[in-house]
């Protein structure tokens, strides 16, 4: 099964325009942490891959550590992530039938699998924070083709 998994504003968005996630409380990061746990493989894309590179030590290190495969999917031949990260060219090349995979990524990794129906659930974690204009999890999808899960995390501020 598939997954897609992304922290939103309370109007829907993953990041403001220039990428920015300043408004997802820190406290936040525990927790996604704990939904990741749940899956036996996390694909991301490039550009989330870059991201989580920027990331303070501590958090970077508990991405890290996660006890699931890690992939990124990217076209670069070039790429070499660090330790610990499989790369592939298609998401395709990750997704197993009887494998357990979150995707915690941007809109053009999740609108390519949303476009060609490899999403089974789409679960967001929402902020009581809206930021009014930014990036989308993903465009133009219609809400039929998977199982859509809101987890309001009332106890995490």
Known sequence: MV???NVISEDGYIARKDGSEDFIPDSYWPHTLNVLKKYDRILIG?????AIQ?????ERKQFDELPIEKFVVTRDKNFKPKSGYKVVNTPEEAIEPDINIVVTSGPTLNNYLLQRKLVQ???YHKVSESIGEGI???E????????K??????KIS
């Open 3 to 5: 997954t897609l998994y």
């Open 46 to 50: 490039r550009k989330t891959y870059d």
């Open 54 to 58: 920027t990331y303070d030590d501590k």
């Open 121 to 123: 659930k789409v679960t």
């Open 136 to 138: 989308k999890p993903y």
């Open 140 to 147: 133009n999808v219609p809400d039929t083709i998977y199982t």
């Open 149 to 154: 899960e809101l987890l309001i995390a009332e």
